[in-house]
């Protein structure tokens, strides 16, 4: 996850300290990201500040503590720019906790166990999705406006599959998901089973 580039994006227009860098980012990614971990962005900024990518200049306060400004380097703006100029991978690819559950309920052969999982995230997704509807009607940031949609359409993706699996799992009666559970136990034997090693 990219987000020492943001970190980086935001200095870029100016120098910043910590609590003033969280708010502008919260701010610019909009409310599906959730709010930014202050510890975190402080481990960012140590490590960017370690890389050269930025610089650190600690400033004296009459009454609080001391407070840390952060700038970015010309080597910060190099590296924002190389970001910026490729393209983006998938961050998780396809590991993703759903694909392994319905790999696991198509292997038990049982409908209902498919139908349960495939229905609570079904759910589960139609939920998200009205909340991130009714968050980009608020917004008034056209980019937060842009960013809401883009995590929309990801939900739909996701219902989409699921649609997918119910019609591959379920519509032919259950054949096919017999034919899973009967192939779970046809697996070669592994090192060390079998007769050739009882009869050693």
Do not use: C
Request: hydrophobic share 40%; proline share 4%.
């Amino acid at each position: 996850m990219a987000i020492q580039h943001a970190v980086l994006a935001l200095l870029a227009r100016g120098r910043s300290h910590g609590y003033e860098l969280k708010g502008a980012f919260e701010q610019a990614v909009g409310p599906q990201w959730g709010p930014l971990n202050i510890g975190h962005l402080y481990q960012i900024l140590d490590r960017l500040s370690r890389e050269g990518l930025v610089v650190a200049e600690r400033q004296a306060q009459p009454v609080k503590p001391d407070r840390v400004v952060y700038e970015i380097t010309d080597g910060g703006r190099a590296e924002l720019d190389r970001w910026l100029a490729e393209p983006s991978p998938r961050s998780g690819g396809f590991r993703d906790d759903f694909f392994l559950k319905v790999t696991a309920a198509a292997r038990t052969g049982e409908a209902v166990t498919v139908r349960t999982v495939l229905g609570n995230q079904r759910g589960q997704l139609m939920r998200e999705l009205r909340n991130l509807d009714g968050l980009r009607r608020r917004a008034d940031d056209p980019v937060v406006r842009l960013l809401l949609s883009a995590a929309s359409r990801h939900v739909e993706a996701d219902l989409a599959f699921v649609d997918d699996a119910e019609s591959a799992l379920l519509a032919d009666g259950g054949a096919v998901l017999g034919t899973l559970a009967g192939s779970a136990g046809t697996a070669a034997p592994t090192e060390g089973t079998g007769p050739a090693r009882a009869a050693g």
